[in-house]
Protein backbone atom coordinates (compact mmCIF):
# COMPACT_ATOMS: atom_id res chain seq x y z
CA UNK A 1 0.00 0.00 0.00
CA UNK A 2 1.57 3.79 -1.03
CA UNK A 3 2.02 6.10 1.51
CA UNK A 4 -0.64 8.46 2.07
CA UNK A 5 0.22 12.38 1.93
CA UNK A 6 -2.63 15.28 3.53
CA UNK A 7 -1.33 18.74 4.17
CA UNK A 8 -1.13 19.56 7.48
CA UNK A 9 -3.23 22.41 8.78
CA UNK A 10 -1.45 25.13 10.87
CA UNK A 11 -3.53 27.62 12.74
CA UNK A 12 -1.79 30.97 13.81
CA UNK A 13 -2.34 34.82 15.23
CA UNK A 14 -0.09 37.18 15.42
CA UNK A 15 -1.22 40.29 18.04
CA UNK A 16 -0.41 43.42 17.07
CA UNK A 17 1.73 46.37 18.98
CA UNK A 18 -2.26 48.25 19.05
CA UNK A 19 -3.61 49.51 22.22
CA UNK A 20 -6.49 47.40 23.12
CA UNK A 21 -9.93 49.01 23.26
CA UNK A 22 -12.31 47.79 26.38
CA UNK A 23 -15.63 47.79 25.20
CA UNK A 24 -18.42 48.15 27.57
CA UNK A 25 -21.12 49.55 25.70
CA UNK A 26 -22.66 50.51 22.48
CA UNK A 27 -21.02 53.72 22.12
CA UNK A 28 -17.86 52.05 23.29
CA UNK A 29 -18.04 50.00 20.12
CA UNK A 30 -19.35 52.77 18.02
CA UNK A 31 -16.45 54.86 18.85
CA UNK A 32 -13.28 52.16 18.00
CA UNK A 33 -15.77 50.58 14.88
CA UNK A 34 -17.00 53.50 12.98
CA UNK A 35 -12.92 53.96 12.37
CA UNK A 36 -12.75 50.60 10.70
CA UNK A 37 -14.65 51.52 7.60
CA UNK A 38 -13.28 52.77 4.37
CA UNK A 39 -14.31 56.89 4.85
CA UNK A 40 -13.96 57.09 0.93
CA UNK A 41 -16.69 54.68 0.38
CA UNK A 42 -18.81 53.88 3.60
CA UNK A 43 -21.51 56.29 1.59
CA UNK A 44 -21.39 53.42 -1.61
CA UNK A 45 -20.39 50.52 -0.53
CA UNK A 46 -21.92 48.37 1.92
CA UNK A 47 -19.17 46.26 4.46
CA UNK A 48 -19.56 43.76 7.46
CA UNK A 49 -16.43 43.45 10.29
CA UNK A 50 -16.03 41.96 13.14
CA UNK A 51 -14.21 43.30 16.49
CA UNK A 52 -12.59 40.34 18.25
CA UNK A 53 -12.75 40.59 21.76
CA UNK A 54 -10.87 38.75 25.34
CA UNK A 55 -12.48 37.47 28.37
CA UNK A 56 -11.93 41.22 29.72
CA UNK A 57 -13.73 42.16 26.67
CA UNK A 58 -10.45 44.33 25.05
CA UNK A 59 -10.49 44.25 21.36
CA UNK A 60 -7.88 41.53 20.09
CA UNK A 61 -8.37 42.37 16.14
CA UNK A 62 -10.78 42.82 13.57
CA UNK A 63 -11.84 41.15 10.44
CA UNK A 64 -13.10 42.66 7.60
CA UNK A 65 -15.93 39.82 6.72
CA UNK A 66 -17.12 41.17 3.62
CA UNK A 67 -17.51 44.42 1.59
CA UNK A 68 -20.30 44.21 -0.49
CA UNK A 69 -22.29 46.22 -3.00
CA UNK A 70 -24.44 49.77 -2.62
CA UNK A 71 -27.52 47.78 -0.57
CA UNK A 72 -25.92 44.30 0.54
CA UNK A 73 -22.77 42.63 1.99
CA UNK A 74 -22.51 38.94 1.61
CA UNK A 75 -21.54 37.23 5.13
CA UNK A 76 -20.44 33.68 5.27
CA UNK A 77 -20.47 32.69 9.40
CA UNK A 78 -18.12 30.19 8.86
CA UNK A 79 -15.19 32.32 8.08
CA UNK A 80 -16.58 34.85 10.95
CA UNK A 81 -16.31 31.53 13.63
CA UNK A 82 -13.40 30.23 11.82
CA UNK A 83 -11.11 33.56 12.58
CA UNK A 84 -12.74 33.67 15.84
CA UNK A 85 -11.42 29.77 16.99
CA UNK A 86 -7.72 31.58 15.67
CA UNK A 87 -7.54 33.98 18.39
CA UNK A 88 -7.51 33.76 21.71
CA UNK A 89 -11.71 35.45 21.34
CA UNK A 90 -14.66 35.21 23.97
CA UNK A 91 -16.72 37.97 22.89
CA UNK A 92 -17.45 39.79 19.37
CA UNK A 93 -19.21 42.56 18.10
CA UNK A 94 -20.42 42.81 14.63
CA UNK A 95 -20.46 46.13 12.31
CA UNK A 96 -21.72 46.79 9.18
CA UNK A 97 -22.48 50.37 7.45
CA UNK A 98 -25.68 51.39 5.20
CA UNK A 99 -24.71 53.17 2.89
CA UNK A 100 -28.09 54.61 2.28
CA UNK A 101 -27.79 56.30 6.41
CA UNK A 102 -31.35 54.50 6.91
CA UNK A 103 -30.31 52.46 9.83
CA UNK A 104 -33.53 50.65 9.82
CA UNK A 105 -32.87 46.82 10.12
CA UNK A 106 -33.75 44.49 7.30
CA UNK A 107 -34.54 41.14 7.67
CA UNK A 108 -30.97 40.35 6.19
CA UNK A 109 -29.55 41.92 9.13
CA UNK A 110 -31.91 39.63 11.94
CA UNK A 111 -31.29 36.73 9.96
CA UNK A 112 -27.21 36.72 10.38
CA UNK A 113 -27.00 38.20 13.84
CA UNK A 114 -29.27 35.08 14.38
CA UNK A 115 -26.72 32.88 12.59
CA UNK A 116 -24.03 34.33 14.61
CA UNK A 117 -25.17 34.37 17.89
CA UNK A 118 -26.58 30.56 17.41
CA UNK A 119 -23.34 29.38 16.33
CA UNK A 120 -21.16 31.91 19.03
CA UNK A 121 -23.19 29.51 21.72
CA UNK A 122 -21.93 26.37 20.83
CA UNK A 123 -18.59 27.70 20.82
CA UNK A 124 -18.78 29.89 24.16
CA UNK A 125 -18.20 33.09 22.39
CA UNK A 126 -20.62 35.54 22.48
CA UNK A 127 -21.86 37.70 20.37
CA UNK A 128 -22.54 41.00 22.13
CA UNK A 129 -23.94 43.50 19.96
CA UNK A 130 -24.08 44.21 15.83
CA UNK A 131 -23.90 48.12 15.16
CA UNK A 132 -25.32 49.45 11.91
CA UNK A 133 -23.88 52.59 11.06
CA UNK A 134 -25.07 55.71 8.66
CA UNK A 135 -24.72 59.22 8.79
CA UNK A 136 -22.62 59.40 11.63
CA UNK A 137 -25.19 57.80 13.84
CA UNK A 138 -25.93 53.76 14.67
CA UNK A 139 -28.18 51.41 15.71
CA UNK A 140 -27.56 48.88 18.19
CA UNK A 141 -29.22 45.72 18.26
CA UNK A 142 -28.49 45.04 22.02
CA UNK A 143 -29.42 48.31 23.13
CA UNK A 144 -32.94 47.74 21.73
CA UNK A 145 -33.56 44.40 22.74
CA UNK A 146 -32.49 42.46 19.33
CA UNK A 147 -29.83 39.99 20.49
CA UNK A 148 -32.43 37.44 21.76
CA UNK A 149 -33.00 34.72 19.65
Do not use: W
Not at 79 to 92: D, H, W
Not at 109 to 128: F, H, P, S, W, Y
Amino acid sequence: MSETHIPEIKVSFKGGKEEAHKISCSKDAYEVGKHLFNKDTIEYIEEFLVIYLNAQHKTLGYFRASIGGIEAAIVDPRIILGIALKVPCTAMILFHNHPSGNLNVSRQDKEITRKLVQAGELLDINILDHLIIGDGEYHSFADCGEMEF
